[in-house]
């Protein structure tokens, strides 16, 4: 799984949202998302659906303020995110 840099921006319409932005390829997009799934300023978006040069195409957990699901994002903007072992 990937998790994708947000910035927060404060708080959603209703207490269980937050409002972050997104870093894309065209500019900032902003979202409303569940303050739990925000993870040390990043959130889930599972693995890139698509690749052009230097630009992973990914889905995001909600849809942007805009209407658009997936977004082109920087490389630089995904962090892969650490399996946890479980012991038995």
């Keep these: 799984m990937m998790r994708l840099k947000v910035k927060q921006l404060g708080e959603g319409l209703h207490p269980s949202e937050m409002f972050v932005s997104v870093e894309t390829k065209d500019g900032p997009q902003d979202l409303a998302v569940d303050p739990s799934s925000i993870h040390g300023s990043t ?27 997936r977004v082109w994002v920087s490389k630089d903007e995904l962090v892969s995110e650490k399996p946890t072992r479980q012991s038995a």
Aim: hydrophobic share 35%; proline share 11%.
């Design 43 to 69: 959130v889930s978006v599972g693995w890139p659906v698509g690749r052009k040069g230097h630009y992973l195409l990914v889905e995001l957990p909600r849809p942007t303020s805009a209407g658009a699901r």
